[in-house]
């Protein structure tokens, strides 16, 4: 599925569709724009899997698993090397988020999950933009690109 037909409507796809679009996008060389689904992708898998606690753990909790290791890996490499823009996509998935809705989980059944989930991710870009000369510091020590 080319990238512009798997974006449409994806709000209504299954959380794995935005590490797929991600993994396309990455490789197609719009790493930005890959940046920017994963992270949505794991923000909506994260709620999916807050929200259904009894989901049987070898199908969708170990799919998240292998996606935030194949696809993350290469995705948080890249990203990491410009945590301000980083903190920047965040808060736009954050806005993107509740702006549209989740095909997988009705707000009115899980807003408690979805209001944590946020927040976290909401944590996340706080502590990169915190840490931004350290994340810097530690990726140079490393052998890693900053942008």
Aim: glycine share 10%.
């Amino acid at each position: 599925m080319a990238p512009d037909v798997l974006r449409d409507g994806i709000e209504n796809r299954h959380p794995s569709a935005y590490y797929i679009l991600a993994a396309k996008l990455f490789n197609d060389g719009k790493r930005d724009d890959a940046v920017f689904w994963f992270y949505t992708g794991q923000l909506r898998f994260r709620t999916l899997l807050g929200c259904k606690p009894d989901l049987a753990p070898d199908r969708d909790p170990a799919l998240f698993a292998s996606l935030n290791e194949t696809v993350g890996r290469p995705l948080n490499s890249y990203a990491f090397g410009d945590v301000n823009a980083l903190g920047g996509m965040i808060g736009g998935v954050l806005e993107w988020d509740g702006e549209h809705p989740n095909g997988y989980v009705a707000k009115s059944e899980c807003e408690q999950t979805i209001t944590a989930e946020r927040a976290g991710l909401g944590e996340l870009r706080n502590m990169i933009t915190e840490k931004a000369d350290e994340i810097r510091k530690q990726r140079a020590e490393n052998g890693l690109e900053n942008r």
